[in-house]
């Protein structure tokens, strides 16, 4: 079982950047190809960035190209992703998924563990 736990999130403002953190409870993260979701009052859960299990391989949903950069230190077994200029509609719970399967995820049902999310809020 992989526990994942987010941080980072909170309320700023149009512009502003702000870092979320996913770490994993286990030693073999590097072993899991990692998304970030999101989801907004009334709207379903979508994909926002993917990362592979080396870190070589991104997508990013076309709302957060050139915006939002994911990265990773499997030394840490953390998932980071990096948002700049941030709008305010980026508010949403942004939630880690992990999955141990080959490829890039891009359906929330493709994924096995999920943390607990956290809130951003960007405020106009």
């Known amino acids: 079982q992989v526990q994942l736990v987010e941080s980072g999130g909170g309320l700023v403002q149009a512009g502003d950047s702000l870092r979320l953190s996913c770490t994993a409870s286990?030693?073999?993260?590097?072993?899991?190809?990692t998304g970030w979701f999101r989801q907004a009052p009334g709207n379903e859960r979508e994909i926002v960035s993917h990362?592979?299990?080396?870190?070589?391989?991104?997508y990013y949903a076309d709302s957060v190209k050139g915006r939002f950069t994911i990265s990773r230190d499997n030394a840490k077994n953390t998932v980071y992703l990096q948002m700049n200029s941030l709008k305010p509609e980026d508010t949403a719970v942004y939630y880690c998924a992990a999955r141990p399967e080959y490829g890039v995820g891009l359906r929330d049902g493709e994924y096995t563990f999920w943390g607990q999310g956290t809130q951003v809020t960007v405020s106009s």
């Open positions: 990362i592979s299990r080396s870190g070589g391989t991104t």
């Open positions: 286990v030693r073999t993260f590097i072993l899991f190809n």
